[in-house]
């Protein structure tokens, strides 16, 4: 079977939301505890380094997208 530009594109997209729902799945840290942080981080570590791997893939599927939408 071809695949076409089209198909491509909602593969994309439907990996894009399904990073995005595992995205919304890491648990952040309680609002107490971060307001007693210095830093006012979201995540912990282990959390934060998950978040910023899938908000690399969603930036390769941004430029992806752009690059087969001409």
């Known amino acids: 079977m071809k695949k076409t530009k089209a198909d491509y594109y909602e593969w994309l997209m439907k990996r894009h939301d399904r990073i995005v729902q595992e995205m919304k ?8 505890q971060q307001a007693k942080s210095a830093s006012m981080a979201e995540y912990d570590d282990v959390n934060q380094r998950k978040i910023n791997y899938y908000k690399n893939l969603i ?3 941004t430029v992806e997208t752009h690059r087969i939408l001409g």
């Not at 799945?25 to 107490?32: Q, R």
């Open 59 to 61: 930036d390769q599927i």
């Open 25 to 32: 799945g890491i648990p952040k840290i309680p609002l107490e």
